[in-house]
């Protein structure tokens, strides 16, 4: 079974409105860490937002926040507002393991295109 | 300004040729990693390294190699042994204990022809 599940290969968006990019993951740690990445045209990885297992609130970072619903184990990218410079693939990770073990696991990524 | 330098940014070899890609930090992380990434998948660990002078096997090491002679560098060595290296290769650092994730360069694009 897939650690990491992002069921939708690409999305459009209106400039200017919002946009759910969806994850859902699967471990049996009660401690563990999700994570957004972009990645644009140019090839770079760029860290967006992380979200703790033991985190009440969700994480916000500007025009990006994760709706995090644990029962559910989904982990859905909220970006706000868009703008034509967010076209790109996203790729939701997951930490799990313990210190000195962690393990990374990213799933197959979201393209995403903003449309003027 | 600290980060990761990948060169070359795109990479053309005949098959049957041995490979090396470049990874440099100036971000004073002790680990570091290679990934490889492919059209529909996610990324897949190749080897990472906690510390000079050691490293180990990632999910899928198998026809490539490294090493780590110093901290800041992390080469990636793509063997003949390697049966589908066209990929995008990204290489990525971090703190010993990487809790909050990775930075990562902006990758080498191989195409083995």
């Known amino acids: 079974a897939q650690k990491i599940t992002q069921t939708q290969p690409g999305m459009f968006v209106q400039e200017k409105e919002a946009v759910t990019l969806d994850c859902t993951y699967d471990?049996?740690?009660?401690?563990?860490?999700l994570f957004w990445y972009k990645q644009p045209s140019s090839g770079e990885m760029i860290f967006l937002i992380y979200?703790?297992?033991?985190?009440?609130q969700n994480a916000t970072e500007g025009r990006y926040s994760l709706n995090f619903q644990k029962a559910r184990k989904s982990a859905n990218l909220v970006i706000s507002a868009s703008q034509l410079g967010d076209s790109a693939m996203y790729f939701c990770?997951?930490?799990?393991?313990?210190?000195?073990?962690?393990?990374?696991?990213f799933g197959t990524g979201t393209r995403l295109k903003v449309l003027a | 300004d600290g980060g990761i330098t990948q060169s070359p940014k795109y990479l053309f070899r005949k098959e049957g040729q041995n490979v090396t890609l470049s990874c440099e930090q100036n971000?004073?992380?002790?680990?570091m990693y290679w990934y490889r990434q492919d059209p529909g998948q996610g990324l897949r660990l190749i080897y990472y390294?906690?510390?000079?002078?050691?490293?180990q096997k990632g999910d899928i090491a198998e026809g490539y190699s490294v090493s780590r002679e110093k901290k800041e560098s992390f080469p990636l060595t793509v063997t003949s042994a390697q049966k589908n290296p066209t990929a995008f290769y990204l290489c990525a650092s971090s703190i010993r204990v990487p809790y909050y994730g990775y930075t990562f360069g902006s990758g080498t694009r191989l195409t083995v022809v």
């Open positions: 971000l004073n992380h002790d680990a």
């Open positions: 471990t049996s740690d009660q401690s563990y860490g």
């Open positions: 390294s906690q510390i000079v002078n050691d490293f």
């Open positions: 979200q703790g297992s033991y985190d009440e």
């Open positions: 990770a997951m930490r799990e393991g313990v210190a000195g073990t962690y393990k990374y696991i």
